[in-house]
């Protein structure tokens, strides 16, 4: 079929369509004015939703970043006349993830109503971090393994990283390395492949060194094109039990 025919085609289902419409309001005036008004009001209460949400992703990102800039402060007492990039100066690392800590549940505590901006699912995560740098191994591990669980794959991956290196640092190796396994097969842009096989290598660096070279190994060799892989890999190797 020709150019031409087809728009002339195109032309004639478009006057159909206009004729069929006409028709139909004529006798159906009242649904018409009715559906029209229902319209206006759902299009209202969308844009009135975008707004909320983008409000709420606003503050949200706000509020995330004042948290995360206390869990980057630096600690000890600044040096007069120096601005610290990261935030203020605490006295003590307990007493800077302490804070954060409260800051990052304040986070969860504010945003609870769906839809829950994406910064709640980070401030989740950043709360295992903080139970588990303040020695709260238990709630680190409760915590990290409902984050590991979320929609966000990236953040997810984050929790399950972390859960795993909690696991390992207590003597759950198989559970540990299960994950690493898992975050290697499903890799993201947050914990690349080479990362697990890495962390995987390391929590068998004590228990079972020969496993350990193993994975070391095959990351070598299945990243040997990255120079920065590469040369960590050639370390880890030199540096274990013989």
């Known amino acids: 079929?020709?150019?031409?025919?087809?728009?002339?085609?195109?032309?004639?289902?478009?006057?159909?369509?206009?004729?069929?419409?006409?028709?139909?309001?004529?006798?159906?005036?009242?649904?018409?004015?009715?559906?029209?008004?229902?319209?206006?009001?759902?299009?209202?209460?969308?844009g009135g939703l975008k707004y909320y949400t983008d409000r709420q992703e606003a503050g949200a990102n706000a509020d995330l970043g004042e948290a995360l800039a206390t869990f980057r402060a630096?600690?000890?007492?600044?040096?007069?006349?120096?601005?610290?990039?990261?935030?203020a100066?605490?006295?003590?690392?307990?007493?800077?993830?302490?804070?954060?800590?409260?800051?990052?549940?304040?986070?969860?505590?504010?945003?609870?109503?769906?839809?829950?901006?994406?910064?709640?699912?980070?401030?989740?995560?950043q709360v295992g971090v903080c139970q588990s740098l303040l020695g709260d191994h238990s709630g680190a591990?409760?915590?990290?393994?409902?984050?590991?669980?979320?929609?966000?794959?990236?953040?997810?991956?984050?929790?399950?990283?972390?859960?795993?290196?909690?696991?390992a640092n207590s003597g759950k190796t198989r559970e540990a390395v299960k994950l690493y396994q898992e975050l290697a097969d499903h890799p993201t842009v947050t914990i690349p492949k080479a990362s697990a096989l890495l962390a995987m290598a390391d929590a068998y660096r004590e228990s079972q060194p020969a496993q350990a070279r193993q994975i070391y190994e095959r990351v070598e060799k299945e990243f040997?094109?990255?120079?920065?892989?590469?040369?960590?890999?050639?370390?880890?190797?030199?540096?274990l039990t013989p």
């Open 1 to 46: 079929m020709d150019r031409q025919h087809r728009h002339q085609l195109k032309q004639n289902e478009f006057k159909d369509t206009l004729v069929s419409v006409e028709e139909y309001i004529k006798h159906h005036y009242q649904e018409v004015i009715t559906i029209a008004i229902i319209v206006v009001a759902v299009v209202g209460l969308a």
């Open 74 to 87: 630096s600690v000890g007492q600044p040096t007069p006349g120096q601005n610290d990039p990261e935030g």
């Open 89 to 125: 100066a605490y006295p003590t690392a307990q007493e800077k993830y302490k804070k954060a800590l409260q800051q990052f549940n304040a986070i969860l505590d504010k945003y609870k109503m769906p839809p829950r901006p994406k910064a709640v699912a980070i401030a989740n995560y």
């Open 141 to 167: 591990v409760q915590t990290l393994t409902e984050a590991s669980q979320g929609s966000d794959a990236e953040v997810a991956a984050m929790a399950k990283f972390a859960l795993a290196g909690e696991l």
């Open 224 to 239: 040997a094109s990255n120079a920065t892989v590469a040369q960590a890999v050639k370390q880890d190797i030199a540096s």
